[in-house]
């Protein structure tokens, strides 16, 4: 708690200041195993008040002299970091593969209603259909019956 609790110290010295605070819990008469848990808990105070570089930088030396990602701590920390990661990697999968499968739709769709309603879509067209984007789309399909002309297409693709 040191890097949070002594603010006045903290606000003259900066930086300064926290590397005091890690070396003195390094060079503490603690066991190795303390140390690596104190000094955890120490970097995700600082985390509060200093900028992300300032601890990666004095962190990181210290991380090296005691391998603290053996810790326990350490470990289940960033166990649940990458579980959260891959958790939220899977939930925005998800969320764009429904995007691209609706988009997939609306393109398939308004294809086959323009097909149907012409007989006949010209290639160009159904390269350009593929373009647009899903609001588009949409808004050809519920105009369908509106659309008496491949040339009255022309008022909604971009």
Request: include cysteine.
């Given at each position: 708690?040191?890097?949070?609790?002594?603010?006045?110290?903290?606000?003259?010295?900066?930086?300064?200041?926290?590397?005091?605070?890690?070396?003195?819990?390094?060079?503490?008469?603690?066991?190795?195993?303390?140390?690596?848990?104190?000094?955890?808990?120490?970097?995700?105070?600082?985390?509060?008040?200093?900028?992300?570089?300032?601890?990666?930088?004095?962190?990181?030396?210290?991380?090296?002299?005691?391998?603290?990602?053996?810790?326990?701590?350490?470990?289940?920390?960033?166990?649940?970091?990458?579980?959260?990661?891959?958790?939220?990697?899977?939930?925005?999968g998800r969320?764009?593969?429904?995007?691209?499968?609706?988009?997939?739709?609306?393109?398939?769709?308004?294809?086959?209603?323009?097909?149907?309603?012409?007989?006949?879509?010209?290639?160009?067209?159904?390269?350009?259909?593929?373009?647009?984007?899903?609001?588009?789309?949409?808004?050809?399909?519920?105009?369908?019956?509106?659309i008496?002309?491949?040339?009255?297409?022309?008022?909604?693709?971009?």
């Amino acid at each position: 708690m040191l890097p949070l609790a002594d603010r006045e110290r903290r606000k003259k010295e900066g930086e300064k200041f926290l590397r005091q605070c890690a070396e003195d819990i390094l060079n503490s008469d603690l066991d190795r195993e303390t140390k690596k848990a104190v000094l955890l808990r120490a970097e995700i105070f600082a985390g509060l008040v200093y900028d992300r570089q300032v601890i990666e930088l004095i962190f990181r030396e210290v991380e090296q002299v005691l391998n603290i990602e053996e810790s326990a701590g350490y470990q289940r920390i960033f166990e649940k970091g990458l579980i959260k990661g891959r958790q939220e990697g899977w939930q925005e999968g998800r969320q764009e593969g429904r995007q691209e499968g609706r988009q997939e739709s609306l393109v398939d769709v308004t294809i086959r209603l323009l097909s149907k309603k012409f007989r006949r879509l010209p290639r160009e067209y159904v390269a350009r259909i593929k373009e647009q984007d899903a609001y588009v789309l949409q808004q050809v399909i519920d105009n369908i019956f509106d659309i008496n002309d491949l040339s009255e297409l022309e008022d909604y693709l971009q």
